[in-house]
């Protein structure tokens, strides 16, 4: 079973000059569709790739420009901007962070791939949309990470449950479930996402997934 692939990066940052806002609203939507829930993303404006700084000509009505234009998104995203210094010239910074309600959209869906601005494909357009949903979101942050996984090994009426606490590496979510793989046996193990409930694992400081113990049990 393939991976599933995410459209997030963790570190999104571009340059443009004053001249090159043409396309604000389409590198804003890109950054919004990709930027890793609890991550921010930049644009510099006045700052060239090639470290030279242009600055911007009255910086309050750029700033005026890129709200009118970051405003035309829907749905909206979450962005904020300011005036720095450069040297001797001002230069303006917007900060954009993940919201939950992808896609958002400029004409059409764009996201980031490397360096590149690209046009979202149906595949990732489904994608963003699932992640709308908490758990799926929660879950996809630890792809090919190790979590803790509880299966009950029994039910008692008068104990409840017995959890087990096995490490495994989460290899794939998808809207309606979600596949572990057991880090010391490499057996794999799919569980609808209706019968995970999120926890947290105090112990080895990561995620813990229990698993409705009325449904499924392991070993």
């Given amino acids: 079973m393939e991976e599933m692939q ?3 990066e963790d570190h999104l940052l571009e340059r443009k000059t004053d001249r090159e806002l043409a396309d604000i609203r389409r590198t804003a939507v890109a950054f919004a569709n990709s930027v890793m829930p609890g991550h921010t993303a930049v644009i510099l404006i ?20 890129v709200r009118r234009e970051l405003e035309k998104i829907y749905p909206s995203i979450i962005w904020r901007q300011q005036v720095y210094a450069k040297g001797d010239k001002a230069c303006i910074r917007i900060e954009i962070e993940y919201r939950g309600e992808t896609p958002h959209f400029a004409d059409a869906a764009w996201i980031r791939q490397g360096s590149e601005t690209i046009r979202a494909s149906d595949a990732m357009l489904q994608k963003l949309v699932e992640f709308r949903s908490s758990k799926v979101r ?15 090994l029994q039910q008692r009426l008068d104990l409840g449950p017995n959890w087990n606490r096995i490490e495994c590496k989460v290899v794939n979510v998808e809207s309606h ?3 572990f ?5 490499g ?10 409930d999120l926890s947290w694992d105090d112990l080895s400081n990561r995620l813990r997934v229990f698993v409705d113990p009325q449904r499924s049990s392991f070993g």
Avoid: H, M, Y
Avoid at 138 to 149: M, Q
Avoid at 187 to 196: A, C, D, R
């Fill in 177 to 179: 479930f979600s596949t």
């Fill in 138 to 152: 929660e879950l996809a942050k630890w792809l090919g990470k190790v979590i803790t996984v509880s299966w009950s």
């Fill in 6 to 8: 995410t459209p997030w």
């Fill in 46 to 65: 006045g700052e060239g790739n090639d470290g030279n700084v242009s600055g911007v000509d009255n910086p309050d009505e750029q700033q005026r420009k």
């Fill in 181 to 185: 793989k057991v880090v010391n046996s």
């Fill in 187 to 196: 057996t794999q193990k799919s569980e609808p996402n209706g019968w995970l």
